[in-house]
């Protein structure tokens, strides 16, 4: 019998197996672990289905945002799919639900051109791809490109430029490809203050010469070096500002510029600027010396001494300038001959006149003006009412018609027009007969070239008889002998034009005219002798297409669409195994238009073959032809029984 084990050994020997198992129990224990971990994630990227998708609020794409609108859809949508584990595989068909509009029209094309299962197989790259071909047109890339290659800093804007510039590198990435490319881009755009800076540094990467360009913007905007930089293009004109100028606006773009800097002069006066010995003004640098009137502070460029550039003097400016008006005036349409045989006779010195002249419609537009169509020596003419001409005058062109003879002026008369043309006058047409409403008036005209009008009345003749013009009601008041008013209508404004809508007007003709406007057929046609038939080739087995995904709105066409058909009698319920599926085309004015796809049925169908005729050959025939009729090709698919 073997000896029995004492209890400390046996103790002992049980805990030294223990020890040695415990490793081999651990590394199972936590392989478990992984496995059943594993084994729950696998579960959870399987359980990612489109409610959960949807759950993320995903946001939708109609095709009309844009380039940069795409490019923030696409990144939403890779966070939204990150965000809810999607698996690679369901990627783009979660995606393509959210087209819309345009989009979803171009995403239904390319299903059927290529086929749901070739569609099923496109990766996300491929996607985004496809949609950057189609929504990003070339010329806007093209201004994408400009931007990015113009892009620079504007002044201490650092934040601004570094985020325009990523969203740019985005949606152009071959500009900015490889790494250096991108480096090199981001720094020749950066202000010259820190550009040199960053230039020295040789950064490698663009995080960090984005980390560096901030730094060292903050740095120069503490020392001031931004703001320095900003007033180097302004010391030339703050020193040549003259002091004298503030306050007192003036026309001249040269002066308008020095105000932007009175503001530290104004700053400066408190004791910074010291007062110049030389021309007694506050100002910095050098005191320069204006040339033309010797004053300082200014240059001749920016003097604004009154100057006549007739004689010369610094009294007046030209319009005022008496040799102006010593000075004989010649009409360009007389030789200066017969201008000086005029000013040679004894008839004293010129008298001058004024006829602000302005075109007939503009004046029948005009409220405060009175036109009117009146009668001169038994002739129609058109008249204008000008309180603003001294004289009245009669055009050239209707002087043939007065059959009258015109007098000397006992002194020439210079017209000034309104655009500032002086033209001389020395003839009149005296005791002209002007009829207004019934009455007849004496009137002297001097004829003169006249644009738009045949007579002007001037305020000579109507200070004679004292009339009073109501501009409102284009009323000529006239005072007679005895005492009443004889009251002239001119001609009332053209009222404005309303304009209406094309679809209002449709809708109005077709109220208005319901027997000539009916565009729509109440039904089908009645049944002629001959009926249209559609011959498919032999052994042809009934084709049905599976219809094509549209969005609610399309859906809800769709059967609108289909029951004003059902209603009219074109259409009829059916359960034939023949199918076709239909799209939507949006039109201008936001209607859709129904596309049905018969491609696969023309592929069965025989053709009619028949040769073209000649265009003379159809002359030919309309030859001795009177009436024709035309096929409206609205409803022209509806004329015709099947």
């Not at 415990?22 to 392989?31: F, H, K, N, R, T």
């Not at 595989?89 to 819309?100: G, I, P, S, T």
């Not at 979803?104 to 985004?128: C, K, P, S």
Request: charged share 25%; net charge positive.
């Amino acid at each position: 019998m073997p000896p029995r084990r004492e209890d400390p050994d046996l103790a002992r020997l049980v805990s030294e197996r223990v020890m040695a198992s415990l490793p081999g129990i651990v590394s199972q224990v936590a392989a478990g672990l992984n496995t059943n971990q594993n084994n729950n994630q696998g579960t959870r990227e399987w359980d990612c289905t489109y409610k959960s998708f949807r759950s993320c609020n995903p946001k939708e794409f109609h095709g009309t945002e844009g380039a940069v609108g795409l490019l923030a859809w696409i990144e939403g949508m890779e966070s939204v799919l990150h965000i809810s584990k999607c698996l690679e595989r369901n990627k783009v068909e979660y995606a393509a639900c959210l087209l819309q509009g345009r989009a979803l029209t171009w995403w239904n094309t390319q299903v059927q051109v290529r086929g749901r299962d070739a569609t099923g197989q496109i990766t996300w790259e491929d996607f985004m791809k496809m949609l950057k071909e189609e929504f990003c047109p070339r010329s806007e890339i093209q201004k994408l490109e400009a931007e990015l290659w113009h892009h620079e800093m504007k002044g201490n804007d650092i934040t601004n430029y570094t985020t325009r510039f990523h969203e740019l590198a985005k949606l152009v990435p071959h500009l900015v490809t490889p790494e250096q490319n991108r480096v090199d881009r981001y720094v020749w755009g950066l202000s010259s203050v820190i550009r040199g800076n960053v230039t020295a540094a040789d950064p490698k990467t663009l995080q960090e010469v984005v980390n560096l360009a901030n730094r060292l913007t903050n740095n120069a905007i503490r020392t001031g070096s931004f703001s320095s930089d900003k007033s180097k293009g302004k010391r030339k004109v703050e020193e040549s500002t003259k002091p004298q100028f503030k306050g007192r606006p003036g026309k001249d773009k040269r002066v308008t510029r020095s105000y932007g800097v009175q503001t530290h002069v104004a700053e400066k006066e408190k004791g910074a600027y010291q007062r110049c010995g030389k021309c007694g003004n506050l100002h910095a640098g050098r005191c320069v010396v204006c040339s033309r009137c010797g004053r300082g502070g200014h240059t001749d460029k920016d003097c604004r001494r009154r100057t006549c550039f007739e004689c010369g003097s610094f009294n007046h400016y030209r319009n005022a300038c008496p040799k102006m008006n010593q000075r004989p005036y010649v009409n360009q349409a007389q030789p200066a001959n017969q201008a000086n045989q005029g000013n040679q006779g004894n008839r004293g010195g010129l008298a001058r006149g004024r006829a602000f002249v302005i075109g007939a419609e503009e004046a029948r537009q005009n409220p405060d003006v009175v036109t009117g169509t009146f009668l001169l020596n038994n002739y129609p003419a058109t008249v204008l009412f000008d309180s603003g001409s001294d004289r009245s005058f009669v055009s050239l062109e209707f002087r043939p018609k007065m059959n009258k003879k015109s007098q000397n002026l006992k002194e020439d008369h210079i017209i000034e027009y309104s655009n500032g043309e002086l033209v001389r006058a020395d003839k009149v047409i005296r005791k002209c007969t002007l009829g207004l409403a019934g009455k007849h008036f004496s009137i002297d005209l001097i004829p003169i070239k006249i644009g738009s009008f045949d007579i002007i009345v001037g305020m000579d003749w109507m200070s004679k008889h004292r009339a009073t013009i109501c501009c409102a009601e284009k009323i000529v008041a006239l005072a007679l002998p005895d005492g009443g008013f004889h009251e002239v209508y001119g001609d009332k404004p053209k009222r404005d034009i309303k304009i209406v809508s094309y679809m209002k007007m449709r809708s109005h003709l077709r109220k208005e005219c319901v027997a000539f406007m009916a565009h729509e057929l109440p039904g089908l046609p009645p049944p002629r002798q001959v009926d249209l038939r559609i011959d498919l080739v032999p052994g042809a087995g009934p084709i049905a297409k599976s219809p094509y995904r549209l969005a609610p709105s399309e859906m809800q066409e769709l059967s609108k669409q289909l029951q004003e058909l059902l209603d009219k009698g074109f259409i009829r319920p059916s359960s034939s195994p023949w199918g076709a599926p239909v799209l939507f085309v949006k039109k201008k004015d936001g209607s859709f238009r129904m596309c049905i796809d018969y491609r696969e049925l023309n592929k069965i169908t025989i053709k009619n073959r028949y040769p073209l005729p000649r265009i003379d050959d159809l002359f030919d025939q309309l030859q001795g032809a009177t009436y024709f009729s035309k096929i409206d090709l609205r409803s022209g698919y509806h004329q015709m029984r099947v």
